[in-house]
């Protein structure tokens, strides 16, 4: 009955059934799974909702982008929300405090809703529970979804596949974490931006990122002042347009490839019997296994015991 309240809350567009739904995929609860498959059919892949990946180096302004972006996006009457995915950190468990009492933190447009989530030491940038989350943003009526992630420079394939549009935002003064940034996401953003326009050095990477760039489009903003935020929300809409939701049966179908692996992997953890785990870990310790060996022993002993 709760359950059913909260749905009928989320597809009204309540903010606080939403931010109750996303409360539960951040704990893992089992009613998220509830809530989820009761939205599925509806939401992804069957609405123009579209959604946008920031992610870039810690501190280029992706926060601040985002903000600048939402206020647009709700000027030309988008339904808009901003989930940013924080580093949890591997000692606390706990998002980083303080974008966590930015983030939720009432000083801002009450009409744009903003949540930050943890990722819980998931790789790629995403939050275990990332997919989820942006199903229940859908469910809730958001057209217009901002996605803000740490870009580690690997594995980055992860982010695009729930995006719809990747952003890959810079700034000046940041030297190695370029390089790294380079790495990974520069193939796969479809935008790139050069934040921090007021500072040194702007004009120099703006340029070396329009030589590399191709076809792509380069933009450079002070996200601070809202410079350039037009011209790079006509961008993420136009690319939008073309592949989100109904408009490309191919994003689908690579979103649930990765999704599925994500899902699988978690499912065959749960289903491995704790004692067997701790074995399996025991003979790594041992070094009599690899961890190829043990997975492959744990899985197989998974097969056998269902099948008797
Ligand atoms: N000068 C200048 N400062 C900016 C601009 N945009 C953002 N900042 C500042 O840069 C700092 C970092 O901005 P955030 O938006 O928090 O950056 P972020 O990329 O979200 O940072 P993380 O989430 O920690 O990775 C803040 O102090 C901002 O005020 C800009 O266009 N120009
Ligand atoms: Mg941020």
Redesign the pocket.
């Known amino acids: 009955l709760e359950i059913e309240r909260l749905l009928e809350g989320l597809r009204q567009g309540e903010s606080r059934a939403l931010a109750r739904a996303l409360s539960l995929v951040e704990s893992r609860a089992p009613e998220a799974r509830t809530l989820l498959e009761k939205v599925f059919r509806d939401t992804i892949g069957a609405r123009d909702t579209i959604v946008v990946g920031l992610t870039?180096p810690?501190?280029?302004?992706?926060?601040?982008?985002a903000d600048a972006l939402a206020r647009k996006a709700r000027e030309h009457g988008k339904n808009v929300a901003i989930l940013a995915i924080d580093p949890t950190s591997p000692v606390t468990g706990g998002a980083l405090l303080g974008?966590r009492a930015r983030m939720d933190s009432g000083a801002r447009d009450p009409s744009i809703f903003i949540r930050s989530m943890a990722t819980r030491g998931h790789v790629g940038g995403l939050a275990s529970g990332t997919f989820e989350a942006l199903v229940l943003l859908e469910a809730a009526g958001k057209d217009f979804i901002l996605l803000?992630t740490?870009g580690a420079g690997q594995d980055e394939v992860e982010v695009a596949a729930a995006v719809d549009v990747t952003v890959l935002?810079l700034a000046p003064g940041l030297g190695d974490d370029i390089q790294a940034a380079k790495a990974g996401i520069l193939e796969v953003a479809d935008v790139l931006v050069v934040?921090?326009?007021?500072?040194e050095g702007a004009e120099l990477l703006f340029g070396q990122m329009s030589a590399i760039a191709g076809a792509r489009p380069v933009r450079k903003?002070?996200?601070?002042e809202a410079v350039g935020i037009d011209e790079l929300l006509a961008d993420t809409l136009r690319l939008g347009a073309d592949r989100s939701g109904t408009a490309s049966p191919e994003r689908y179908r690579r979103l649930m490839e990765v999704w599925l692996g994500d899902v699988l992997a978690i499912m065959a953890r749960e289903r491995i019997p704790e004692d067997a785990w701790e074995s399996a870990l025991r003979e790594l310790e041992e070094k009599k296994l690899t961890p190829y060996q043990a997975a492959e022993k744990l899985l197989e002993g998974k097969v056998k015991k269902e099948s008797r």
């Open positions: 870039g810690a501190g280029v302004g992706k926060s601040t982008l974008d803000e740490v935002v934040n921090k326009g007021d500072r903003t002070v996200a601070l």
